[in-house]
């Protein structure tokens, strides 16, 4: 059995309290925020924690805090499991880890299209590679003022290129390390904010695969797609729909996958990270590295 710690309550907080508390082997779930009234046993302050002493730690504040968070708990806890929802942090830094297990929630690596995708493309030589997703930030959560939400403000480390990170992560994995060619991130719109709400990146893996990456806050019809093609091999997926087109050596497949499979992701990666099965979460390290790029990006933006 594992009790379990959310540091943070916004709407990715609560989505992973709702979660645990599905899960028989959670004996018990406390939540680290400033908010009263709230469903679980709640904790003022990080020191409160030290009490607590939990087993699995999920950090669901805004990016700006994570380091200081991390950094607490290095030093004052062992044999800590502990997912940080990504961005690992708002700029690079370092972190010495040696006392627990940190990794950071990508989830879309345990979607099941994202899954299926790495699996064709093993061993492939591939060309091209062009990600697109594009929202509408006023409408990401109903019955609250966008602008006084993270997403819409730097300082609490918001921006798409920071929210949107999961198209850096899962090409990654699919296709290694990717270099940067061209970039623009930047604020365009006439959103209320004074983050950035789009990039266009351009870049390439090691092998010569040219990468394409387009985000954006503003796009009123949600679209989450990707194409992948190369040697014998074209995909297109749609990570809204849930379906994923695949033609292989001349044969094509239709692939469609349940609505909630995107839930069931958030679920699959608390079930890994307690089962200690890392084959595929994001580690600490590659979480680093997907700052790095990041600012890279940011700081090379035309």
Request: glycine share 6%; hydrophobic share 40%.
């Amino acid at each position: 059995m594992f009790s379990a710690l959310i540091i943070g309550f916004g709407s990715i907080g609560r989505k992973h309290a709702d979660l645990l508390h599905t899960m028989d082997d959670i004996s018990q779930i406390t939540l680290l925020s400033s908010q009263e009234g709230l469903p679980y046993q709640t904790i003022k302050s990080l020191d409160d924690a030290l009490d607590i002493n939990p087993d699995y730690i999920v950090v669901a504040s805004p990016t700006s805090n994570h380091f200081a968070q991390l950094e607490f708990l290095e030093q004052n806890l062992k044999g800590k499991k502990i997912l940080v929802e990504k961005p690992l942090f708002d700029s690079s830094a370092r972190l010495r880890v040696a006392n627990n297990e940190i990794y950071v929630a990508y989830n879309l690596r345990f979607h099941p299209l994202v899954q299926k995708v790495r699996e064709v493309i093993a061993d492939r030589k591939l060309w091209t590679v062009n990600a697109f997703c594009g929202s509408y930030l006023p409408d990401w959560r109903p019955g609250r003022d966008y602008r006084t939400t993270s997403s819409a403000q730097e300082a609490l480390g918001g921006g798409v290129l920071r929210d949107l990170s999961h198209e850096l992560d899962y090409i990654q994995w699919f296709v290694g390390q990717i270099q940067i060619d061209y970039a623009i991130s930047k604020k365009v719109s006439n959103l209320d904010i004074d983050t950035d709400d789009l990039l266009l990146f351009s870049g390439r893996n090691d092998s010569g695969a040219h990468v394409l990456i387009n985000l954006n806050y503003f796009t009123r019809e949600p679209i989450r797609q990707i194409i992948l093609d190369g040697d014998g091999v074209s995909i297109r997926g749609d990570l809204l729909e849930n379906t994923l087109t695949v033609f292989l050596d001349g044969n094509k497949s239709f692939y469609k996958w349940p609505e909630s499979c995107l839930m069931s992701s958030y679920r699959s990666q608390h079930r890994a990270v307690l089962d200690g099965d890392r084959s595929k979460l994001c580690s600490f390290e590659e979480g680093i590295r997907i700052v790095d790029l990041m600012e890279q990006i940011r700081s090379s933006s035309c």
